[in-house]
């Protein structure tokens, strides 16, 4: 079984930084395509970072420049380093596993750790 479980998140004022963390449990390094969402209340989640067993990488045109994405297969973790933070990155961020022959293969989901950038 896997499990992820998030950490990092934060009130941080706007322009500042965080780190969110996303410690996989279980054997995903090279079968699962790891992703970071985020979540406001009312909306739809919506994803923010794409990283591949390989380490491709894939951001939303809203955080490109401000994000990046890492991943360390050795130590099953997977970072979400944000930068120049804005009020509307506000929001419940989760890590999520996805197999990478599609969600019917796996997919797994973190708890969510929460970000609020305000003064």
């Known amino acids: 079984q896997v499990q992820l479980v998030e950490s990092g998140g934060g009130l941080v004022q706007p322009g500042g930084s965080l780190r969110l963390s996303c410690v996989v449990s279980?054997?995903?390094?090279?079968?699962?395509?790891m992703n970071w969402y985020r979540q406001v209340p009312g909306k739809q989640r919506e994803l923010v970072a794409t990283?591949?067993?390989?380490?491709?990488?894939n951001l939303a045109d809203h955080v490109k420049g401000r994000f990046t994405i890492s991943r360390d297969n050795a130590k099953n973790t997977v970072s979400l380093q944000m930068n120049s933070l804005r009020p509307e990155d506000t929001a419940v961020y989760y890590c999520?596993?996805?197999?990478?022959?599609?969600?019917?293969?796996?997919?797994?989901w973190g708890q969510g750790t929460q970000v609020t950038v305000s003064p």
């Open positions: 999520n596993a996805q197999h990478l022959r599609g969600v019917s293969f796996g997919a797994y």
């Open positions: 279980g054997s995903v390094s090279w079968t699962y395509v």
């Open positions: 990283i591949t067993p390989g380490g491709s990488t």
